[in-house]
């Protein structure tokens, strides 16, 4: 997220691009239907155009422009186009790409028909159509050195100058209730074949297929670098294993969508958060994120659920932040200065964190494994981990926060820093040790003893005082924030103090020499095998 616009995010929202692919569906029969000028070979059109998009005529391709059987649509330099077929298909073109439609043919009564495209160069995503659906075999795509063939999916594929085939699935596997179409890929090379399941892997083919395997960055940064021209670039890519850096991007419908998406789980919709996260622009960085989280008000509800077990099934979207490298901050996201000293954290050391966070919607349910690696300064690296409470959700977007205390050995201590219902985290200001300006936050937070000395002992990195215990204040949350719930971001802050005097009649020194770590990541969920 350091560079602005490094990665457009693939996924515009799904209730849209559903709703211009119907608005077009319904459009190609009445004009099929009415118009009888037209030919019989038409399929398709266009229903996005951005930059120059061309056919094998050289004629150039506008918005509403018809496709025909047998046309090749050539995307220039800087140039996408989103093609609609009459199966409902949509294939988003990258630049720098040549496809080619080898042969369509549907029946709009019987859902049969046959659909093959030849990719010769560049990137074309695919949400797949009728056809696919009712006969998976009669959707094939070919790439110069193999062809794949999809059941019922989206997709994506890749073809680079050193004539390497990359195919990424981006639907959801079989094994889901979420209402998402499943779907797998059987990419081949004439002689091998490899088999997709797993939304957010991949399978590359130069001279013999490989294995599916999780996606990496490169793929990621190529894709999205080729088709972010287009305004309605879409997928759910999962990197199954490494943080997923893309930008939080919010489209002017995103609260629609995000009451549309509470109905669809008998949720409540949040006005105000779905308020703050529109106001996000495309080019949003990561401090600007963390000034909206920090916005953003808890919306789960405490269960009363100390044997509770989560539910992690079919039903359970998984959200993996990978690990999420923390930066030295003066100024926080939430508008407080902090030391520009290096007393607490090694400069250059590991400094970083991470969530697993566990959404059931039809549970209602939400749950996460936090993991850390801290190095204070002059020490080792130190892991942490800790599983939450299972709490309720109560409302989309949902927006849960866990604060910890973390020691010098590893141990986390939750019920020290949580807010038990009785105020001692009011607006949300347990996401930092400062309260307001020369101000720490309330004592309570410590054993609820209501000592202020006790708090600064407790996160006192200053060993001269005699009784500094140096743990370190964790702060983590966690939103969800598309319509379909599959996208989310997730935060974390580190802080700890340095004073030699730790004095409760000199609370201003204490506060000012809090030093602070924080970062973000955006990530997106998936279900669960």
Known sequence: MKEKGHLKQLEYQRGLTLMVRNFFYILFFYLIFVAKSFSSDFIGVIGVAVGDIYNQKNEKLLSGSKIFYGDTILANSKSNAQILFLDETVMTVGENTELTI??????????DGNF??????GIVKTISGKISEKNPEKLEVKIPNGSLGVRGTEFIVSLNSEKESTVLLLGPGPDNTLGMVPGNIMLTDGINTTEIINPGFQAVLENVVSLASPTNLDVLT????SMGHSILNSSNIVDNSKEVTSNLISAEDLKQNIIITAEKFDLKSDESA??????????????????AMN???????????ENYVRTLDQNTILYDSGWIDLAKVTTGSNGFSYSANEDVFQNGGIQQGRAQVYVNFNKKEISADIFSKITLKDASTVDYSFTTPTVAVTTIPVVASVPLAMGTTGGVFLNQLMDSGGGECPADSCSSLIREADTLSNSVLTFNSGDTELLMEKYNHDTTTGGALKEVFQYGKFITVDNSGLTGVGSFVFEGAHDENADPADEATYVQSIERLEGS???VGKALD
């Open 222 to 225: 190529q894709m999205t670098s």
């Open 116 to 121: 093959v495209t030849n990719i010769k160069s």
């Open 521 to 523: 990541a955006t990530v």
């Open 295 to 305: 916005e953003l008000q808890d919306n789960i509800e405490v269960l009363d659920n």
């Open 102 to 111: 080898d042969d369509f043919i549907y029946n709009p009564i019987t859902n």
């Open 274 to 291: 779905s308020e703050i996260l529109s106001g996000l622009s495309s080019e949003s960085e990561s401090k600007e994120i963390l000034v």
